[in-house]
T-cell receptor, first 114, second 110 residues
């Protein structure tokens, strides 16, 4: 079975500063990795995903994440955050066979301060 | 045009009552899910249906009964509601981990 650990439950950061949200996973088989974002009072939206190929994946709004197999990590980064990035961010993992449901981490609350 | 829609958005009810949440997706996905998000934002899968067939049933009390009349719909019925059932319930559809979520149904049991 897979599991996901998001070490930081809350990350406050000033506007235009860089941010890194950490995610580590555990699995005995190959996996797909995801970051989802949840804005207040909304459902989750897919931010970016790693399925195969390049280990660095990017989203359309400036976030990127790097799959590191040796460290079993998939940290999310953004070089300069905006107020509108304030949200809950969830890292998630599923088996690449597609036979297991998505397993989520406990989430990291990113608060961007003006 | 909403991709995954669930109703109602809010439910407030007394302990012991029965309630239902409906979910519909227009994305053509074969697989649909119900997730529960507790007050600490932790998301846990409850059920998964593929083409109207139950494929995942996590350790959820049997007071919770999903029903899928067709592959575009997955409804959730809850009997004998308890205080601990208070949460936000999310419906989702998709595959290979790429899920599309509804906006959630916030259930408050008094």
């Amino acid at each position: 079975a897979q599991s996901v650990t998001q070490l930081d439950s809350q990350v406050p950061v000033f506007e235009e500063a860089p941010v890194e949200l950490r995610c580590n996973y555990s699995s005995s088989v190959s996996v797909y990795l995801f970051w989802y974002v949840q804005y207040p009072n909304q459902g989750l939206q897919l931010l970016l995903k790693y399925l195969s190929g390049s280990t660095l994946v990017e989203s359309i709004n400036g976030f990127e994440a790097e799959f590191n197999k040796s460290q079993t990590s998939f940290h999310l980064r953004k070089p300069s955050v905006h107020i509108s990035d304030t949200a809950e961010y969830f890292c998630a993992v599923s088996e690449s066979s597609g036979n297991t449901p998505l397993v989520f981490g406990k989430g990291t609350r990113l608060s961007v301060i003006a | 045009d909403t991709a995954v829609s669930q109703t109602p958005k809010y439910l407030v009810t007394q302990m012991g009552n029965d309630k239902s949440i409906k979910c519909e997706q227009n994305l053509g996905h074969d697989t649909m899910y119900w997730y529960k998000q507790d007050s600490k934002k932790f998301l846990k899968i409850m059920f998964s249906y593929n083409n109207k067939e139950l494929i995942i049933n996590e350790t959820v009390p049997n007071r919770f009964s999903p029903k899928s009349p067709d592959k575009a719909h997955l409804n959730l019925h809850i009997n004998s509601l308890e205080l601990g059932d208070s949460a936000v319930y999310f419906c989702a559809s998709g595959h290979t981990g790429e899920l599309f979520f509804g906006e959630g149904s916030r259930l408050t049991v008094l």
